[in-house]
Each structure stands twice: as C-alpha cells, then as structure tokens.
C-alpha cells in the first residue's frame, strides 16, 4: 500500500507442520529415499509484519526499485523514517504430549534509512540503500509440562541493520 509520501507493507502468515531437513543429523542411518524426515504437524507459527515509512523526497520512487511497478526517470535520493511491528506466536501443542510451549513474541523498531537512485543512462538505473533501526522485542512464553502451565516473559534490546543494492533497466 503506497501513498504519494508514506509507504506501508502488510504481510500475514501462517504456517502448520513442520520437518526437519537435516534429519540424518539425529538418526544415524537415515535414507532420504526409503524413510521418513522427523516430523512437527502440531506445529503452528502465525505472524502479521508490518512497515510504515514516510520518505522525503516525493520525487524519489520506492516503486521503481523495489517492485518495478514505476520508472524512476532522474537520480533522485531521499531519507526514510520509519516503524516495523511484528507480532507472531509459535505453537507446539499437542494434546497427546505431556510438554509444549507457547511462545508470543512482539517487535516494535524504528528506523531511518536513506536511499538513492542514480539514472545512468535513459532506462539503466543502479540504487544503493542503507538503513539501522532499534527497538525492543518482548517474547511470553507459555511452557506446558505434566498438566502445569509455567508463564514468563522477556523484553530485550533490538537492532537492525541492512544495505541494499542493485543495478536494472527499466
């Protein structure tokens, strides 16, 4: 979802069943032809993602790098401000097991970043991005063992970092 200045991305998951890949690295022996990978069907992991960026150049084109839905036509740069939130919950109950856990977990971030789009030659662009962002992250955790239910909980410092580039025609 995009607005002429704010920028804003939706993302919502959920996940059941899991295997493991490597699962000859717990049962000696194991055939990837003939038997079965280590198996989680109870398994649940339910996520919602979000961003909001405003950027400051109106003429600076998000778009065109990231989805190549626009043409960014001049170099132009711009900084972007901006939130992530993520929630998600991750679930191993099963009603035939005497232990699980329950673990919800919550992001909140700020960001800045600043990026820029350098036109090289009518159609051929290369963009270069940087961002940090800091924040908490809060994790309750719900453990499940012998009909007893244990709660607690943890927030700790969160930092992000990321440089993003690349080269295309438009």
């Not at 998600?88 to 919800?104: M, W």
């Amino acid at each position: 979802i995009t607005a002429p200045r704010f920028l804003f991305d939706i993302q919502y998951v959920n996940v059941s069943g899991f295997y493991l890949h490597n699962t000859s690295d717990y049962v000696p022996g194991w055939n990837p032809d003939t038997d079965p990978y280590i198996q989680f069907p109870e398994l649940n992991t339910w996520m919602i993602r979000g961003t909001a960026f405003y950027k400051t150049n109106p003429n600076f084109s998000i778009r065109a790098i990231q989805y190549q839905t626009e043409a960014q036509r001049k170099t132009a740069t711009s900084f972007l401000p901006g939130v992530v939130y993520n929630y998600y919950i991750t679930d191993n109950y099963n009603q035939a097991s005497t232990s699980s856990q329950r673990s919800k977990n919550l992001l909140l971030m700020a960001r800045l970043g600043y990026f820029a789009t350098l036109v090289l030659h009518k159609n051929w662009y290369s963009s270069l991005g940087i961002g940090a962002g800091a924040g908490i992250n809060t994790t309750w955790l719900l453990t499940r063992q012998n009909g007893d239910e244990i709660n607690s909980s943890e927030t700790n410092f969160a930092f992000r970092g990321s440089i993003n580039g690349g080269i295309g025609y438009n």
